[in-house]
């Protein structure tokens, strides 16, 4: 994982959640992290936004369940107010914290966190030291990228970050692709239920999916998003077989390859070791399409933070792949997909609004795009 850009002033940070002890303990944990500074706390939803108003915070670490207004209320206003503060979710490991959290995602919340669950207040200080500072850390890095993009008519990378590629702009023979392989993170929730949803009932081809979430999480968003789908969407069973016109999308906690059988190509979930920390790995599943299917696979790496599917993506395009990247003025963390863009791996870069139409159009809806 890229370390943050520097950041000139400490990030503001508002910790919310109706529990005297989690407010402690994100506070001991976020008062330790580089460059940022707990500048107050609340107790309920109501209290938090009179807060926000008061302290003006960059970020707040959120409960969903608390008592006169819960987490999604705090989200909502500040949707109607137009605010600019961010907010990392903290959800139980539950169904009803899955959902909620899911519902939170697409009301904008940046990223989630889930509350630890250490025998002793020191097991639940490392957890929260693992997973929350990193993503404090990427909000930091995000806020900062997007101030110089406004600052700068030209970016520091070599990139633009509203840049688009389209396959028209590469002089390469297309392979119909007889599978679609997608790799996302951080953003992913709401960023999928832009992009899913607009897929059509006949879109040609499997669609295999690593969401980077914990188990339950995984479960819920394939629900939600097969609600609002033509396609239908399902979290992945072992032995499932792919058929066109489905999403598979790897449970969180488990890794997820495929197999091939004679003319069927079916799911393996198992509980094989994290790659790069993650569980389900992008790397992991994409070695597998590469092996099954060759060049003959369209994937895309999309919004997220760290560098999973980037070995993945290097072995399918030796194969001839053809390798989508999600643009980063559109990415909610421009992680993933700067390794693929940077390692000279993507044959196009696209907003998340026009991937869709570019997914259809390569799998075959449309003659000679790639020509």
């Known amino acids: 994982m890229n370390s943050p850009s520097p950041i000139s002033d400490p990030l503001r940070l508002l910790v919310v959640d109706d529990s ?49 207004l819960d987490g999604l209320g705090v989200l909502r206003q500040l949707q109607q107010r137009h605010s600019p503060v961010g907010a990392i979710v903290l959800s139980a490991l539950s169904t009803e914290g899955a959902t909620a959290t899911t519902k939170a995602l697409e009301a904008g919340a940046f990223d989630f966190n889930l509350k630890p669950t250490g025998a002793s207040p020191e097991e639940s200080l490392d957890e929260l030291r693992r997973h929350l500072i990193p993503k404090v850390h990427a909000f930091a890095d995000t806020k900062t990228r ?22 028209t702009d590469f002089d390469k023979p297309h392979r119909l692709p007889r599978i679609m392989a997608i790799g996302i993170s951080t953003g992913g929730p709401k960023a999928l239920m832009q992009l899913i949803p607009s897929l059509p009932a006949n879109f040609p081809v499997p669609i295999v999916l690593v969401q980077h979430m914990p188990p339950v999480f995984t479960k819920t968003l394939a ?3 097969n609600r609002h789908s033509k396609l239908n969407v399902v979290e992945a069973t072992h032995g ?8 598979y999308i790897a449970p969180g906690g488990k890794q997820m390859k495929l197999l091939r059988h004679g003319l069927t190509t079916n799911v393996v979930i198992n509980d094989d070791a994290p790659e790069r920390n993650c569980k389900p790995s992008v790397d992991y599943l994409f070695r597998s399409v590469a092996e099954i299917y060759g060049g003959d696979v369209l994937a895309a790496i999309l919004t997220g933070m760290g560098d999973d599917g980037l070995l993945g993506c290097k072995l399918l395009k030796r194969r001839g792949a053809t390798i989508m990247a999600q643009n980063e003025a559109s990415c909610v963390v421009y992680g993933m997909p700067r ?33």
């Open 20 to 68: 005297a002890l989690y407010r402690k303990l994100v506070s001991q944990v976020l008062a330790e992290a580089d460059n940022v500074e707990v500048v107050g706390t609340a107790c309920n939803g109501r209290v938090a936004l009179e807060k926000i108003d008061q302290l003006r915070p960059d970020l707040i670490t959120l409960d969903l369940e608390m008592p006169e």
């Open 146 to 167: 997007r101030a110089s993009r406004l600052r700068n008519s030209t970016h520091v990378h070599t990139v633009p970050a509203d840049h688009e590629v389209t396959p």
């Open 223 to 225: 629900e939600e998003l």
């Open 240 to 247: 499932d077989t792919l058929r066109p016109g489905s999403v």
């Open 339 to 371: 390794q693929i863009v940077e390692n000279n791996l993507a044959d196009c870069i696209l907003p998340l609004e026009k991937l869709a139409e570019q997914m259809v159009r390569l799998t075959g809806q449309e003659i000679g795009v790639c020509h």
